[in-house]
Structures are given as structure tokens and as C-alpha cells.
């Protein structure tokens, strides 16, 4: 069992910079992925950039690529994601994810999300 939960969310404006944090609790982090969700406002739930167990495989979808970046430590059972450039567009709940597998269609475990709001 894992339970996650995230925090770091905020207002912050065009431009800015927002760090999240997504902690998991029992000793296996490392056995999951982590994967890093957003749902804005009456869109589809996507998935934004995704790690793998040890760390080194990442993915990212292109709206994010050069300006988020994804990271692990799994002695302390957190995940990162470090947004910059902050557009209005990544305005939306953003949820911490993981999975053995992993599969991302489903993942096993969710957090409850951070919002994340960008003024311009």
C-alpha cells in the first residue's frame, strides 16, 4: 500500500516558478514509477512527465519539455516536479501518480492533488 501526498502548490504569476512535492509513505517507494498528473478546468485528466524507479528514464509530454523537470529521491520516498516558466495554459490540479508497472492508462495509486494557478 502507498499512500501520496503532494503539496507546493499556489498562485504564482506568467513566468514564474512552482516546486511540487509528492511524498509517499510505506518503504517500497522505490519498486514505483511516479508519474505527475493535471486536469484543468473542464479538460481531460493528461499526463504531464512520468520517472522511473531508480530515476533514470523520464518522460514528458512536449507542452512541459525544457521548462519542468522530474525528480526522485527514494531514501526519502519523495518525488519533485520543478515547474519554470509558468504559462497560464498549466493553470490546473496537478496529481502525483505511481505504479509498478507502470501503467499510466491506470495507475494503483493517486494523490488527492495541488492547484497550481498561473496569472498573466
Known amino acids: 500500500q502507498v499512500q501520496l501526498v503532494e503539496s507546493g502548490g499556489g498562485l504564482v504569476q506568467a513566468g514564474g516558478s512552482l516546486r511540487l512535492s509528492c511524498a509517499a509513505s510505506?518503504?517500497?517507494?522505490?519498486?514505483?514509477?511516479v508519474a505527475w498528473f493535471r486536469q484543468g478546468l473542464g479538460k481531460e485528466r493528461e499526463l504531464v512527465t512520468a520517472?522511473?524507479?531508480?530515476?533514470?528514464?523520464?518522460y514528458y509530454t512536449d507542452s512541459v519539455k525544457g521548462r519542468f523537470t522530474i525528480s526522485r529521491d527514494n531514501a526519502k520516498n519523495t518525488a519533485t516536479l520543478q515547474m519554470n516558466s509558468l504559462q497560464p495554459e498549466d493553470t490546473a490540479v496537478y496529481y502525483c501518480?505511481?505504479?509498478?508497472?507502470?501503467?499510466?492508462?491506470?495507475?494503483?495509486?493517486w494523490g488527492q492533488g495541488t492547484q497550481v494557478t498561473v496569472s498573466s
Open positions: 501518480a505511481a505504479d509498478r508497472a507502470p501503467n499510466w492508462w491506470n495507475p494503483q495509486y
Open positions: 510505506g518503504r517500497t517507494f522505490s519498486s514505483y514509477a
Open positions: 520517472i522511473g524507479r531508480s530515476g533514470a528514464a523520464t
